[in-house]
């Protein structure tokens, strides 16, 4: 008949006990590399909310882009700038998004020479900071954050602009 207790003493001689501090270790060095892990990402990715706003900018900059594509296309069939964005979004085919995503407030127009104009939006995001720039070939729409305003030329074939 075998008396001795299978934990002398207070300490657990079993196999089963090694691997059960084994266990908890791992476990706890697995949880840290996970957050250690989703720290890094959010540092380098920014938060869910500042891609978000970065997402929206850059949806701002690609209506800008497109409606100075089609200012292009009407400067070349009209020989002069639209009277302002509504005009040229009510162009028959035309699909252009004229205001804000997440406002509703129109993108600002404006004339400033025989073939130069302005086009404007309210930006959440400052691109010098975040590193990302919306590119199109041969333009960049840096901006800061607020009010900004791009300055451009129509663009006509066969014309020299």
Known sequence: MNT???NVGGHDHSANGSAGRAGRWLAIVASVVVVATVVAAIVVMGSP???REAKVDARRAADLFRIGSAID????RNDALPPDLAALAAEPGARLAIVDPVTAVPYAYAITGARSY???ATFTTDTAQSGHVEAWPGEAWAHDVGPH??????K??????
Not at 156 to 161: A, T
């Open 4 to 6: 001795r207790p299978d």
């Open 49 to 51: 909310s500042a891609q």
């Open 73 to 76: 296309r009407w400067v070349e």
């Open 118 to 120: 302005e086009l404007c």
């Open 149 to 154: 305003c791009f300055e451009r030329k129509a």
């Open 156 to 161: 006509v074939p066969g014309k020299g602009e």
